[in-house]
């Protein structure tokens, strides 16, 4: 199984700042057949459901705000939120769809300092 | 407007069995792989069991592999998760979600709300 690693478990982000959540994978996620990268990322709000940010490790989902941004490949990829907003509180998971199990992250908690 | 609303969550006891589902609208149902991830109480989210757009391929989590199964019927665009042998660990929020790809499991694009299994006597 290929396992998913973020780091930090939690992290504290004054309004208006940029905040960076890293994910590492421990096999390469790269799907041949298109030349990207099999990674995305979630964000949950408390007593919702995950909502799909990024797919293909930097591609944005429709309606998602652009101060969100996915880079990264291989291994190593990263979540950045230029400008925290208030409505940014959430836990963050990346995700791995390269084979099964679609292996998540631990999650990531991004509060407001 | 996509829509996934899942049913069939309770409380059961060890051993018991549980079926879920997940009545979907708002997209071809048969065009799309469909999942089930869970999340225990205040823990992180777990893959759980994926199936392809007509049901030719199905893919669990060794933690359910033999305990559970997942279907779907397409003529009733639903889609189940057959619980049973249930453990104590299975209890969790059942979500399940589309996948933007057919026959792989790509990334999950429209989530449920989920429905609760709590396993204890």
């Known amino acids: 199984d290929i396992v998913m690693t973020q780091s930090p478990d939690s992290l504290t982000v004054s309004l208006g700042e940029r905040a960076t959540i890293n994910c590492k994978s421990s096999?390469?996620?790269?799907?041949?057949?298109?030349?990207?990268?099999?990674l995305a990322w979630y964000q949950q709000k408390p007593g919702q459901p995950p909502k799909l940010l990024i797919y293909w490790a930097s591609t944005r989902e429709s309606g998602v705000p652009d101060r969100f941004s996915g880079s990264g490949s291989g291994t190593d990829f990263t979540l950045t939120i230029s400008s925290l907003q208030p409505e940014d509180v959430a836990v963050y998971y990346c995700?791995?769809?390269?084979?099964?199990?679609?292996?998540f992250g631990q999650g990531t908690k991004l509060e407001i300092k | 407007e996509v829509q996934l609303v899942e049913s069939g969550g309770g409380l059961i006891q060890p051993g018991g069995s549980l079926r879920l589902s997940c009545a979907a609208s708002?997209?071809?149902?048969?065009?799309?792989?469909m999942t089930w991830v869970r999340q225990a109480p205040g823990k992180g989210l777990e893959w759980v069991s994926g199936i392809s757009d007509r049901g030719g391929s199905t893919y669990y989590a060794d933690s359910v592999k033999g305990r559970f199964t997942i279907s779907r019927d397409i003529s009733k665009n639903t889609l189940y998760l057959q619980m049973s042998s249930l453990r104590a660990e299975d209890t969790a929020v059942y979500y399940c979600?589309?996948?933007?790809?057919?026959?792989?499991?790509?990334?999950?694009?429209?989530w449920g709300q989920g429905t609760q299994v709590t396993v204890s006597s």
């Open positions: 708002g997209f071809t149902f048969s065009s799309y792989a």
């Open positions: 995700q791995q769809y390269y084979s099964t199990p679609h292996t």
């Open positions: 979600a589309k996948s933007a790809g057919a026959t792989r499991l790509y990334y999950f694009d429209y």
């Open positions: 096999q390469n996620v790269l799907y041949s057949s298109n030349n990207r990268n099999s």
